[in-house]
Each structure stands twice: as structure tokens, then as C-alpha cells.
């Protein structure tokens, strides 16, 4: 979602390096589509278990889920129906997994119970039955559910196996947003320390007005490091005697100017222009 976006940020780069990547950076807009037309928005930890097609993806699934409401429907009309019936008040249709659809009587009212409730499960204060009518409705329920889950599961193969195929799309798009994600936090840094573009010569000098080491003017107070100039070159300037006193700044110096040649060279990688 967030790559159009950042696509669209690149189209005004001037950069070839940017402009390259602009070109390379697929949305992938089939894919996101895909995704967004099949998956449900908070899909279920297991693929296994259903839940994760989104309606109106595969009509097939849709008509069994549809199936399976409707006999949910049923069975809470069911409840009230016998309780009616039967005159038991406090008549209970549950389910558990292991045993199914039960209706549930209990003790006190078990003298009302009709000779077609089949007993199913005793339990301490009561007894569970099943009826014909509501064996049918469990068949159809459990068997729609089974359908469901066996038909959402063999279609997020099927979506899976599309996305294996453009594994290699997926692939550059990845490392192009890693790329943007340096270059941006390159510039970032820049940005909040004030660090000028280099000028990349092929001359062999080197000629740094204002240098400043980028770590140790971390770890000081703000404002107090103070800045070095240094002019280097093939000629008359091969060399530079760096003297001064214990603690004076010469290994932060030299370093310094090591520091920012490489960031110059990050540059020169990048070859931003
Ligand atoms: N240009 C500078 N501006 C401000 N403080 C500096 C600068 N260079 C060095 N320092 C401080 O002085 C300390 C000693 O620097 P260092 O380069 O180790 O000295 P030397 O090698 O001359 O003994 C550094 O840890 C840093 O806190
Ligand atoms: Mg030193």
C-alpha cells in the first residue's frame, strides 16, 4: 500500500540513480490485487482452518458458508420450536465437537420428553438427545463446514502458487525499496548534520574546507568541535606534519579526513547527480 506512494515521491527526482529506480520499482498492482480480492483483512494464524477467503472471491465457498448460517439459523429456531413443543422451558440445543448437535433436558423435566428424542450423552443433572430433523441439519452444517474449510484452503494454494511465480517481481521490488530506504536515510543524516555534497575528482587531491569528524562532534558539546581544513594533492602537497601536545585533536584529524573520503566515496556509489 505504502509503494505507490513511494513511487509517486520518486517520479520528481532528477537523479538518474533515482530516475533508475523509479523506472524499476514495480507496484505490483496485480498482486495486491489478488491479495486484496481474496483474503479476508485479519486473516486466521492457520491457513488450515477456513476463514481467510473473502466473500464473494469464489462462489462456491460462498454457497457453502451460506449453507452452513442458514443451518445455524435453523437450529436456534429449533430450540424455541421444542421447547413449545415439548413444554420443557428451559429445552437447550448446544453442540460440542466431539458429540455433535444435542437438545439438553434437564432431571426435573425429563418425564416430558417425546419418544423421538434419542438419547445421546448423560450427563449429571441431565440428558442430551438428538432428534432425525436435527441429525439432518448437523450432517448438513458439519458438511458444509468441511467443504469450506478443504475448498478455502485449495484456493490459497492457488493464490500462493500465482504469487510463486512473480517471486522474481516481488524480489526487485524488495531490494529497490531497500534501496530508496539507504538513500533516504543517507540523505536524512546529511540533512540533519549539514553535510555538504562532495565534488568527486579523479586528480588524486584532496581539499576539505570545514571538516568536521562526524562522531567525535557527536559525543562533544553541540557547536564546540572545531573545524579543519586539509589540502592534499600529487605535487607539492604529498605530505602533512599534523604536531601539538597530548589530547590537541591530531588522531581525531587524521581520521577525519579517512572518515570523509569514504563518505565521499558513498557518494561517489550512489552517483547521485
Ligand atoms: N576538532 C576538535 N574540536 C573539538 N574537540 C576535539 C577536536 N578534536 C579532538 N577533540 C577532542 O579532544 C580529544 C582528544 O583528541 P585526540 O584526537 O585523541 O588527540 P591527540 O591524538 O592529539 O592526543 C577527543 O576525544 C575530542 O573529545
Ligand atoms: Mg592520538
Redesign the pocket.
Same mark, same amino acid.
Given at each position: 500500500m505504502h509503494i505507490p506512494s513511494l513511487k509517486e515521491n520518486l517520479s520528481f527526482a532528477n537523479s538518474k540513480l533515482l530516475k533508475d529506480l523509479y523506472e524499476k520499482l514495480d507496484e505490483l498492482k496485480d498482486i495486491v490485487k489478488l491479495i486484496d480480492d481474496a483474503i479476508v483483512e485479519d486473516p486466521p494464524i492457520s491457513v488450515k482452518d477456513g476463514g481467510l477467503i473473502k466473500r464473494g472471491y469464489n462462489t462456491e465457498i460462498d454457497t457453502y458458508k451460506e449453507a452452513s448460517t442458514e443451518g445455524k439459523n435453523w437450529i436456534v429456531a429449533l430450540e424455541a420450536k421444542e421447547r413449545e413443543n415439548t413444554g420443557i422451558k428451559n429445552l437447550k440445543v448446544g453442540y460440542t465437537k466431539v458429540f455433535g448437535y444435542y437438545i439438553e433436558v434437564t432431571k426435573s423435566f425429563l418425564n416430558q420428553v417425546p419418544d423421538r428424542f434419542v438419547r445421546k450423552q448423560t450427563l449429571t443433572n441431565g440428558e442430551r438427545f438428538i432428534t432425525e430433523e436435527l441429525k439432518k441439519m448437523e450432517e448438513k452444517i458439519l458438511g458444509a463446514e468441511e467443504k469450506v474449510v478443504n475448498l478455502e484452503y485449495l484456493e490459497f494454494t492457488k493464490i500462493r502458487d500465482e504469487i510463486t511465480k512473480n517471486i522474481a517481481r516481488l524480489q526487485l521490488t524488495a531490494s529497490v525499496v531497500a534501496s530508496i530506504d539507504v538513500l533516504a536515510s543517507l540523505a536524512t543524516v546529511a540533512e540533519d548534520n549539514n553535510y555538504v555534497c562532495p565534488e568527486i575528482t579523479t586528480d588524486g587531491m584532496i581539499d576539505i574546507k570545514d571538516g568536521?569528524?562526524p562522531v %567525535?562532534?557527536k559525543?562533544?558539546e553541540s557547536g564546540?568541535? %572545531?573545524?579543519?581544513d586539509i589540502y592534499l594533492d600529487k605535487e607539492e602537497s604529498r605530505v602533512a606534519i599534523i604536531t601539538?601536545?597530548?589530547?590537541?585533536?591530531?588522531?581525531?584529524?587524521m581520521?577525519?579526513v579517512a572518515i570523509i573520503t569514504l563518505m565521499a566515496q558513498i557518494r561517489k556509489l550512489c552517483s547521485c547527480n
Open positions: 568536521r569528524h %567525535v562532534e559525543m562533544i564546540s568541535f %572545531v573545524q579543519n601539538g601536545p597530548n589530547m590537541a585533536g591530531k588522531s581525531t584529524f581520521r577525519q
